[in-house]
């Protein structure tokens, strides 16, 4: 909304005052679309395969332009260049790829180079399910909305020559190739490649399939291709060596690295002409499919309406009294970022591609995919365990299919494909502290044989590469890693934790105490000269140099990942307490913790730190600073703005963190099913609960009074900062009453 | 066969003496593979849509090095170095195209780069229907067979890992993109753009689709692709920017503009696999159902016999008796020659693909296809007129249902594109000359009414863009054209002369008065000064400078295409009594005619003036001139070897103009039922006669005596040195009595 003139600002403010009574009001998707928050304003159906969004990463017109950097979001705030709208995206995540299927409206004589097609553009708006923007280099009015797995544009063209254009040379992947076939003047089939995620495994890239519908006949229609050039003597009489060659009328299949179709009209008056695209990762009949059943004789009001519905439901599990209005707008966009990823994989039909094999298999449940589980572990899959159980429970049944599929459960998981990317062992925390929630519908006989397949396995074991060395001495070093030897010990060890904690559940003693002692080894790594964890060498002693800052600002260093020893040290919290004792007691662990923030060594915008602030409240009386950090925090880093969020939105883990912190509750100890208790931003919280998984169907959480936390009142009887998660979902409420 | 070894050779012909009962025996497919003959020596069923060859185009190791000049021809005799073995090529043509679906069989570690991969080799055979290889670096011996629409390879592997490459990004064509999957470990299917004929109208490029099945399951297998390299700063981060990636297992999709396959197998032992490969042009369901009716169940050995079977069939049209074994292999490989194009386009089921429409149609015919009319009109037709008169019927109608599709009879058609390569309007021609040699089962109304439309559509008229300044003067000027004003002009003529020709025969009596004064207008262009044609400029004025000489080897200029003015005077054959007269009579024409001869002007090596040598007989006494230059042209310029064809062998024009003139009759006047006669290679030919379209079952041309034609005897009648068509195939002899 930032780009709206004033008075339209002011114009939709007087209508919002009237008229607020849907929570999808509250949401403005253009927050964290700048300061690499790198979410798009573009539709997306609650957890929808398409997410159809303004691509504006392309050319040097742009401040960002994704070929000059390392970039990861198909669509920045403060880029002005737009080259398309691409149908399959990631939101909120720190490597490029999707970011194709690119759609673009053009008037007048065909062009199809981006660089040159490319436009400004002016009066975007956006709302859960919708887009507009109007074009300025066409005078194109672009409206767009999406059903979970079709995404549908609409073009308001001026009189004249007018061209859609779908490009399948541009992409935000580093990948190319493609295939594509005009089925007829109203419909385009093809597929195009994607993957190398943070630019690993290029040999997993994958094809995205889509059939495409015009709501009206073009006029005229056609391919394009920029072959591969060629050199030598040869070359002398191909006149049209590395050029883009326009192939008009052409129904044939074309393949290549750089193609594209373009649809033109003629049109006698201004018209619109809606393109319904729906997209597969299994085949283009199951593209053509999800198009048919989705979005057939629906239009695109229909469709905007129902994925509008969709979202206020999902929106409605949680509803907010008090706070301000910009409150409100913050917490129910933080709210609609995490409804985005895990992410619907599966065809309309139930196939979908599975994990490793290369087959197609079919499923009755949903099928999600889109698993940064590093991020997620923290707080994600905790709200879902509250808000949406049966989610959570398709997810980590989602999980156990791919054990199934490949031997593995997922560590960073992006439609079929396992990225690798960052370290540790987290779908076992996930699937514990989903089990101990009390979600136990999943065979969970199979997860825990899963977890402790990546957590004992020595040989070939994918996801704990490092577990010889963590195995023999507790603590991994140089021997095994280039980089992160203290933050993969940490991980695995709150990775144990959650084994132990789900080992104890299950009453497998000896489990769950030889679980219990491998969580705790990173007391190994603590070194009382700096009351900070340290990285030790193969020989034992102490990693020279160390200097406890080093790391911030992803500096590659053998200690820790994306972060220093201040940024890690507390990431303990299943320990808090013996981490309390390490410090030397209350005082010591108090003044130690206050030095991350007063140095300025706090970091919001990455995963390892965001629970220190909570971590006050271990301390009695100096739970003051939970609430003052937690305030502060979310005033600093979270606004109703594209900079509205820390840092990348890690698929909604950063909205997560606000989610939960604007409740005032805080699931402190992944692995352990308990709420730490900081100052509610909402007088009253109501939170609906999935009856199939708990027995109220809501609680609320209340707030008295405006200073810092007095007294706390749980169902009606007194509580200290901890609360369990049955305490909390078996009563009504809890009562935070200030000071 | 010329690499064998002596002591092969000889033993070869010891069996060849014993048992030479197959006319298959008397082919030689290495005929033509050098000296820019463009034939091949792959297997291809007669006028088969699959032709799987060897393809040693690539590679600097060779002399003659695709890339490093215009070069037209997957398999060069001279070449050594081979990168794999291709299953869609074209045989006789000038300009690069197809030579795709290229196999390859190694052996260790995968090397997928052709320029490594590549090999030398030894030991070929090959005869129609079967060629066979050793690959030296791999030790692997290679043998092809192939039916109508299938190729088959067997390799012989070593014990040892073994690859069956399919490279998709390599090909003769200039044109790239593919796309692909790997079904299962026994098979694979996808689609190569091929297309840019004579490097024109690369906007035209289409698919040909494929569908490869293994005899043995792969132990392993995988893609690779070669993505465009990317540039800017974010390609730092991106190690494998630019390479091949190996994709192993993978069952997904994929497209570039350089991919492939592989299959590898552990061999325990030394193993044969075998793999058959279908193609389509309409898709790859269709590829599979040509595999499939076609080879399955079907062992390499049933196959081999069958396409045998039917080379053996269709060469017995002639049976020849007399002459030397050399005599007989350079006429059956010249007849082997004439059956491969035009060649079948449609798929088992009939579907094909229209030409300009783009629609798939189906037909009950055959539907032919490689119309390189230029070429073809002046005997090759006219061969199968005589030999295949169904199949020249079939021909006809499939240029009649392109003339339905797109409006125009074809010029230089291929695989439903049109080249539009060379001048004039041939076609009117081919369907004249085989109407009134009574093959009359196609819709000649139709015909006639496309036939006019070439003819006297002024505008936008694609056959005869020079059309509008022909019917004003008479002549072409460079007004209308940069290149062979005179060549079109006589073209023209000669297509008007074959319009007058059915026009008569249709009792069209204003037509044909029309036609035929059109026909005669070159003479306006002949020139008293030199007794040639030459050029006017656009005032009527002689054009300026003017050599007669200038125009050979190809060499560009205003007046002549691919030939000077002495090769294309004498072209008008329908008008020979009225150039004698231009001449200056029957002295003067001799005189210039013996010219082209001595003064080293005559060109065997391209079309314009193949039929010079037969002029003489018009010149009664002199007609031992022409079988004094038949006879020397044919020691010249045909041999068992692979220089055995004086250039491109012009899609057989080059052998149909060998085996008519080694039967001792020639159709000298295209569009007009006439041979002339010279002295025959043979004692005795007999030609085989279909009674679907001619009375008698067969006819003989018999030979007596040493020297010169003494007599001639048609029928048991005394005949002059010109018969009519229908005296030929009434009768049932001709007896040419030697002195």
Known sequence: ?????????????????????????YVNPFIGTSNYGTTNPGPIAPRGMVNLTPFNAAGKQNKFDKDSQWFSTPYEHTNTF???????????????DLGVLLLMPTTGNLETNHFKYGSTYKNENAEPGYYRVDIDKYNVITELTASKRVGISRYTFPKGKSNVLLNLGLGLTNESGAMVQIVSDTEIEGMRTVGSFCYNSPENAYPVYFVAKFSKPADEFGTWNTPKKYDGVEAQWMGYNGKTRIMNNNTKM???????????YNFKEKSTVEVKLGVSYVSIENARENLEKETMNKSFENVRIETKNKWNETLSRIKVEGGTEEDKTIFYSALYHTQ????????????????????????DRTRYTVFSLWDTYRNTHQLLSLIFPKQQSDMIKTMLQMYDENGWLPKWELNST???????????????????????????????????????????????KELKEYLERGYITEK????GAVSITQEFNIADFAIAQLANELGKEEDAKRFYKRSTTYRILFDKEFNLLRPRSKDGTWHEPFSPDTGANFVKNIAFIEGNSWQYTFMVTHDTPELIKLMGGKKGFVNQLEKVFSNKQFDMANEPDIGYPYL??????????????????????YKNNSNG????????????WLVYSMMGIYPIIPGKPVYTITKPVFDKVTIELDTEYYKNNSITITKQGTGAIDKIELNGRKSDFFISHDELVNGNNLNIILK
Request: hydrophobic share 35%.
């Open 1 to 25: 909304m930032n780009k709206f003139s004033i008075s339209i600002i002011l114009l939709l403010a007087a209508a919002f005052v009237c008229n607020a009574q849907e929570l999808t009001d």
């Open 82 to 96: 737009l080259t398309g709208f691409s149908h399959v995206n990631l939101s909120g995540v720190g490597c490029p």
């Open 254 to 264: 074309i393949a290549g690295d750089s193609i594209g179709t373009f649809f033109t």
């Open 340 to 363: 985005i990823h895990p992410n619907t994989f599966n065809d309309i039909n139930g196939d979908y591609q599975e994990i490793g094999t290369g087959k197609v298999a079919n499923t």
């Open 418 to 464: 396992e990225t690798f990317t960052m370290v540790g062992d987290p779908a076992a925390v996930v699937i514990a502290d989903t089990y101990l929630k009390g979600i136990k519908d999943f065979d969970v006989n199979k997860a825990y044989e899963a977890m402790l397949k990546s957590a004992d396995q020595i040989e070939n074991n994918p996801v704990r």
């Open 480 to 483: 095994s890693t280039k980089s």
């Open 616 to 637: 006050f409240n271990y301390i009695k009386g100096e739970e003051h600073r939970t609430q003052k950090h937690v305030s502060n925090l979310i005033k600093t880093h």
């Open 645 to 656: 969020i820390p840092g990348n939105d890690d698929t909604g883990t950063m909205s997560s």
